[in-house]
């Protein structure tokens, strides 16, 4: 079951890079076609329901944080309800941890143009207002 939620988590997360890749940089950066080539199968269900690939991509995710709480559920014989709470509150302590990882580097880096990965997290932190010196 731990193997299971571990491919789940992985999953998740290559996800979450998905949601800012845009599909020319998928298609003249080879890793990040590597990231849409692995996700194009767990996203064929979430295209039946939506037409909008960001959407798609977001359904997606709440389905495995849902799977990843039955597994939880299964796992540790915790009700449902607690073991979907454990596995949504995992979700939003790692995008926490991933966005102040994320601003950390970018204020290191002074954002630095020229390079995809500070394009992908400036991309990722747009609303957040930074100063030019």
Known sequence: ?????SIVDILIVILLLR????PTEAYFNPIYRL???????????SRYLTRSALTGIVFTILALVVLRGLIYAGVSKATIVIALGISFYDLVRFLFQVYMVFWFVSVLARRSYGLSFAGLIERAFAPLPFSSE
């Open 1 to 5: 079951m731990y193997f299971i939620k």
């Open 19 to 22: 949601l800012v890749i845009t």
């Open 35 to 45: 990231i849409f080539r692995i996700t194009d199968p767990a996203l064929t269900p």
